[in-house]
């Protein structure tokens, strides 16, 4: 007898070759019914003997197409009627047609196999896609996802191309962006005045010019990158001198995983993660020796590796025989990477050669992602490119919400329902276009997702321009929240936690409720509020930003807090390479707090010791002292640390240094080797914060940790606590799919607003 089944299917589920999908798993069974796009996902209604729909319902979700993400999947009997067939039909008229909008993913085997194909009538063509693959999110311009609505408006399909778009058994129905040689986009190469190189393949050209040692701006999906041949010392210092970029590690493109795994070690979670649809950069271990200058990356046991996912990219990679390609984004420095093939001449034609551009428009630029690989699972350092704009999804509903994030690595929130979509990465807001590109996000983001924030929440730092942004708007609630509460709300909310839970909160910089700079915190926290519960003692930071980018600031401010200028006699190497001027101003604004605010910032403990270990006085990006104090680790499994004081200050507990600065000067006089002092701070860290978790737990009961901040992109540091925790009892959550530091800091200020609104 047979049965009807209506099945209501919710997530990303339009724009992903779900309906055909649907269609051959009905028609293989000879089932008859209709599939049809709704508001909240697909309806479909399918019809036939009741083991045949057993099995289609059993099939459906374990097979369904790579983009999709099914999170609802609701299944109702209904009435049998006379249908004879599966039809796919259009939507009611009038019905709000709206889903989630999938990311831009690398190009599907098939597509792979068939671009190298010379039978295939897309043989090279840099432009193949289908259902599976190809570019979404970077070229829709409005809703509903379709052809008109994106850059691909502009290239009427030719009539092969519209054939296969109309059939709903070909893997090219309904794939907005299809094209072909006929009817697509197409490749060009210019020099860097913007002329039109004349030459039979472009692609070739420019590769020729990249084994030359040029430097080539290449139009990928997201936005442009700056190329040079990897392998080539002369081109990856060329390019380190044009960017102005001094020692920051490059990423690297490779062919394939074995080129990866000749560079660096590749295991298994780290294959799997190189290999993703989403293609982003993996952070992987060098290999010693290997083929890759130490140029690429300097100082780092690290190399950002990824694999081509643009079909131009495999062509120029396969086809020019790179062995590697730094392909780092195109951009001067902080700004924003370029998308538009004029902008990208007129910003970036003094440090590229060539410009192999394409006249397929970028509609918002997205860079690409970087992520770890770490005890087989995988944490974003950076989430952007194939995982925006896939939200993370909450566990109850909540009002709409946009919280504009903090100032460095800035991200953007918005809350609909139970999905927060947190933006791609928009960059360092003191620079003026990527502040540009954070108002052209929200109101890009706000449109296509359909938002409309009741609320909007900003950090408390008064400066941040993203605070004097939100602090602008009118006719929505404001709600500002504090820097750490939100790290540790996004640890929170990712992991579906309730309740309140122990939260370390380890950066640089967040503006505390004092006034003062924290950093070092461990805070009560649930969504509604917080308290500290610990922090670092507050020591001045000489010069404020400029204690930043020049960590000896910070080592001579300890020193001096601890040991008054009875440290200036110290017979340590540290002492001994102070410039003396220099010094005495910086003891003089110490002593006349004169732009010196006080700070319990974890990430400047991190300098201080680095510069007193010898590690770096000064640094040429963000945190470098504090990752190659890191990367300076002895591979020794020594447990032993230096200690800190735990003092008690009312309710709360303040971290005390002057034992670690005691014991770091003893070995520093007794020549201890840096690698024995950097595991012994590293461990002496992870001790202290296991015992401060044990006060707390003694005095409040509580036994759930989420770690959070910028700290924690500290490997050592990380799996240490998270182990030593988890070994003392305490339930342990980090981040996994966002990013620790301030890029996943708008979730949590997102999620705490939501909260604010019932207090109201
Ligand atoms: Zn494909
Ligand atoms: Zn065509
Ligand atoms: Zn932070």
Known sequence: MDVRRQIEVSGIVQGVGFRPYIYRLATTRKLSGTIRNTSAGVTIEIQGPQEAVEDFLTCLPAEAPPLSRITGFVVHDVACNGDADFRIVHSHAGEEVRTLISPDVAICNDCLRELFDPGDRRYRYPFINCTNCGPRFTIVRDIPYDRPSTSMAVFPMCPECQAEYDDPLNRRFHAQPNACWKCGPHVELWDRFGRKVNCRDPIAEAASALHAGSIVAVKGLGGFHLAADAISRAAVSLLRLRKRRVEKPFAIMVPDVAAAEDACEVDDAARRALESIQRPIVLLPKRIPNSIPEGVAPFNRYLGVFLPYAPLHYLLLREGGFKALVMTSGNLSEEPIAIDNHEAITRLGALADYFLVHNRDILLRCDDSVVRVSSG???????????????????????????V?????NTIC???????????????????????????AIEHLKRILEIQPEIVAYDLHPDYFSTKWARKQSGTKLVGVQHHHAHVASCMAENHIDGQVIGFALDGTGYGTDGHIWGGEVLLADYCGFKRA?????????????????????????????FGKEFLGFGIPFVRQLDTPKTNLILRMIEQRINSPLTSSCGRLFDAVAALA????????????????????????????????ILPDGESWIIGTRPLFAAIISDLTKKTPLADISRRFHNGLVQVFVRIAELVRKKTALR???????????????????????????????????PTGDGGLSLGQAVIATVSISHT
């Open 414 to 440: 918005l809350i609909k329902r139970n999905h927060a979509f947190l933006s791609q990465h928009i960059g360092d807001l003191e620079n003026a276009e990527s502040y540009r590109f954070f108002g052209e």
């Open 534 to 562: 610990a922090h670092f003692e507050y020591v001045p930071l000489p010069g404020g930003a400029a204690a930043i980018r020049e960590p000896w600031r910070m080592a001579v401010s300890y020193l001096a807090y601890h």
């Open 614 to 645: 010898g590690v770096r006085q000064e640094v040429n990006y963000e945190a470098q002292a504090a990752i190659e104090l890191e990367m300076a680790i002895s591979a020794s499994n020594g447990q032993n640390g230096y200690s800190f004081d």
């Open 377 to 403: 699972t995988t944490q974003q350092l950076r989430r952007s490119r194939g995982f925006v704009p896939v939200p993370v999804f909450l566990k109850d509903a909540q009002p709409s919400v946009l919280a």
């Open 405 to 409: 994030g903090g100032e460095l690595k």
């Open 704 to 738: 759930r940790v989420c770690l959070s901040g910028g700290t924690f992109n500290n490997v050592y540091l990380a799996q240490q606590l998270e182990s030593r925790l988890t070994e003392a009892g305490f339930e342990v959550f980090i981040h996994h799919e966002v």
